[in-house]
């Protein structure tokens, strides 16, 4: 990782060598005896590009052996690449017809996770280098096998020379279930260390190859137990910092059964045997529950724990107050059987017994096929970035291969490659990557260029250079930046030109010019596709996620204040689901964006705290399925409960004022959340939902607050309204 001052830190330094040592080898290994031994100039070609294409330009994520694994599957659609860039080079019009769709396609992949979107800029390089002039379908057989001798060099090189495995995502699993039962059971474990334990499963501290990204079943059971397990740590935490001297007896039963549950679930992770049903903690909040029922609906004195006077509602000891103590318990409960659910889909891939809620497991029982579909669909709107993203990368090539070949440029394929490698999501990201590059192929042009001119149609010195080229740029480039590393690839396309074919000095300037055309043409693309990135689209996105997560509020109270229970329906969830699916993807790409965007302070001191915004509306959802399955329902009818109504309504207001602020239109005005009057007594139903809506309302609260800052202070001045404590925010995952 790099540190403050951006020096790369030495286990990044470490891996940049070992791949540019995977990538070198491979490559010499690959196009020295195919030229010089074989006599077959372009196998020797495509195996020299094959392994910088994959271990170079591409990013292969995971160990050595998950990335020869990668390489390896990578073999077939590069074929069928290289084979449909050889037969559509016949005219320029079917080879952008082609690039336009290959280039979709392959950059679309990234719905499948980073696994996919890390070959894509590969595979695409495959049907770049097929398509352009001349057009020669009788050397098809040579370019598949330099491209498969090249990538079956490199696959072997990444398991001779490979990179450390890093922690899967099962073992940071039992890892942070380890913690979380201990302190369900010995309730000694510092808070700090709790939401420590909970931040590892942060997607953005899991390695890329280990991220459970996928659209199956597997993927998606293991990412939900990981947001659950983070949850539940997180209850604990603030559990811990608020215990009282003495835990009531009820809460440390059902605190051991979730301890117990959390235990076997890590021991059944780390021996790979399938995990517990959460059937004896289903059972236990239950008869939580039914104490917390007759708690209230019973003389005082029927609780051992309890004086035999009643107290007032606000005394610590009256059982209102033991209540509304005992939902955080509960909430942790409910966060320890959701991940024992989903850890058992993710052992067997189909529960044995339908899962409650069945909206949050949706996915259980839908075949394989049927998810990635929804994956794909999910994401073909114009919301979705990755939508964006393929479209802007397909226009861009497809308009350089148009240029390309209608101009007649000499190594034409170089235009394609500046905008396959320089475009970046944001227009001024673009414009500084361009502006680097192009003063790095300048650079390089003038090295090469002299060296051309200097050593002359001397082979054997261009063979002697090429190598060591190779290492130093591969090296080299990555440690000293964009401009480097473009003018050390200027001297080793030229020095392996000139080994295939004569070349002089102009094959410097030509590529040059081409880098530049591809420079523009990439600028120009990210000028009229999506310039701001996601800027603009985290805002439309999490305005859509809280309407759709507030409406889950009324909803939900009216669930549960309706007698008899059942009568009303919580909302459905689905469409709420699906709007944080893609508010995720769109906040994940900002965030790759922030180092470019974040230039303006101004402007982002007025940003919203994303993170908060998130957790909000996660615990909107969970809460409209948790509560109806586990909150207090007394059989007896409950009496009207005023200030619940409309506290919930007012959550949905707040939710609506802040999407309207975030989408720039005027908010309409309506009282803010408030607090529950002091010595109010408890309605049976309405204690776990005041507790639920008390805290979503005083999160909104915070929201709200950070986007106007106080007249006397301006936006620059303000600081950053502090999240909920003890809460960490959920992490993008796959949409």
């Known amino acids: 990782m790099r540190g403050s001052a951006g020096v790369i830190a030495g286990a ?63 073999i077939p659609p590069a074929l069928a690449a290289a084979t449909l860039g050889t037969l559509l080079a016949v005219n320029t019009w079917a080879a952008t017809g082609g690039m336009l769709v290959i280039g979709f396609v392959l950059a679309f992949a990234a719905v499948g996770g980073p696994r996919a979107a890390g070959v894509g800029p590969g595979l695409q390089l495959f049907y770049i280098l097929a398509c352009f002039p001349p057009y020669a379908p009788h050397t098809l057989l040579e370019r598949l096998a330099g491209l498969s001798i090249g990538l079956l060099l490199l696959a072997a090189c990444e398991i001779l020379l490979p990179d450390p495995a890093a922690p899967t995502y099962r073992e940071r699993l039992a890892a942070a279930l380890g913690v979380a039962g201990h302190e369900a059971l010995a309730g000694d474990t510092p808070p700090e260390r709790l939401r420590e334990a909970g931040a590892t499963m942060r997607l953005s501290r899991v390695p890329p190859a280990e991220r459970p990204a996928g659209a199956g079943r597997t993927d998606r059971a293991l990412e939900q137990a990981g947001r659950a397990v983070r949850r539940l740590l997180g209850q604990l935490a603030a559990l811990a910092e608020a215990r009282p001297s003495e835990r009531d007896p009820a809460s440390a039963v059902l605190l051991g059964h979730v301890g117990e549950l959390c235990e076997e679930c890590a021991r059944a992770l780390r021996t790979g045997t399938r995990p517990p049903a959460p059937e004896p903690l289903e059972h236990a909040m239950r008869s939580f529950q039914a104490e917390r029922v007759r708690l209230e609906a019973g003389p005082p004195d029927a609780t051992p724990s309890r004086p035999a006077v009643r107290q007032a509602p606000g005394s610590p000891h009256s059982p209102t107050a033991l209540l509304r103590g005992q939902s955080p318990v509960l909430a942790a409960a409910e966060a320890a059987r959701v991940a024992g659910i989903a850890l058992g889909i993710a052992h067997s891939g189909v529960p044995v017994r339908g899962p409650a809620p069945r909206a949050m497991f949706w996915y259980a029982e839908r075949a394989t096929p049927d998810l ?21 990368t397909s226009l861009g090539l497809a308009a350089a291969r148009l240029v390309a070949g209608s101009l007649d440029l000499t190594h034409g394929f170089w235009v394609l490659l500046a905008v396959l490698t320089l475009g970046r999501s944001t227009v001024g990201a673009t414009w500084r990557a361009v502006r680097r590059a192009v003063a790095g192929n ?24 090429l190598a060591p080229l190779m290492l130093l740029g591969f090296f080299g480039g990555p440690m000293l930046g964009i401009a480097c590393q473009q003018g050390f690839f200027t001297l080793v396309v030229a020095t392996a030109f000139a080994q295939i074919s004569p070349v002089t000095w102009r094959l410097s300037e030509a590529r040059m010019i081409d880098v530049v ?25 999490m305005a859509g996620l809280l309407r759709s997560c507030g409406a889950l509020v009324p909803g939900t109270a009216e669930a549960l204040l309706t007698s008899p229970p059942g009568e009303r329906t919580v ?23 922030a180092s470019a965007t974040r230039g303006d302070a101004v402007a982002k001191e007025a940003e919203p705290d994303w993170h908060a915004l998130l957790v909000t509306a996660d615990d909107m959802v969970w809460g409209a399925h948790r509560l109806p399955l586990f909150g207090l329902r007394p059989a007896a009818p409950a009496p009207p409960d005023t200030w619940t109504r409309q506290s919930a309504a007012a959550v949905e207001r707040a939710a609506g004022r802040i999407a309207a602020r975030l989408d720039q239109r005027a908010a309409p005005a ?41 007249e006397h202070e301006t936006p620059g001045e303000r600081t950053p309204e502090p999240g909920p404590p003890g809460r960490r925010p959920p992490e993008p995952g796959p949409p």
């Open 442 to 465: 300048a650079a390089g042009a003038v090295v090469a260029g002299a060296l051309l001119i200097g050593i002359g149609p001397v082979t054997q010195t261009y063979a002697a250079l």
């Open 372 to 392: 990635w579909a929804r994956r794909v669909l999910g994401n073909t709107t114009l919301r979705s970035v990755l939508f964006q993203n393929a479209v802007r």
């Open 12 to 74: 990044e330094r470490a891996a940049i060598l070992r791949r540019s040592v995977r990538v070198t080898v491979a490559a010499s290994l690959g196009f020295y005896p195919a030229l010089y031994a074989a006599g077959l100039p372009v196998t020797a070609l495509y195996a020299l590009f094959a392994p910088i294409a994959v271990g170079l330009l591409s990013t292969v994520p995971g160990s050595g052996r998950q990335q020869a694994a990668v390489t390896l599957r990578v």
């Open 571 to 593: 909302p459905g969830t689905l469409p709420s689901l699906h709007r944080m699916r893609l508010a995720e993807a769109a906040y994940a790409q900002y965030g790759t964006e």
């Open 517 to 541: 055309t591809g420079s523009a043409i990439g600028l120009l693309c990210g000028l009229l596709a999506w310039p701001a990135g996601a800027r603009r689209e985290v805002r439309r996105t």
């Open 670 to 710: 309506g009282p803010r959340c408030g607090e529950p009057p002091v010595g109010r007594p408890a309605v049976p139903p309405s204690v776990d939902l005041e507790v639920w809506i008390t805290s979503l309302g005083r999160q909104l609260a915070r929201i709200e607050a950070a986007l106007e800052p106080p």
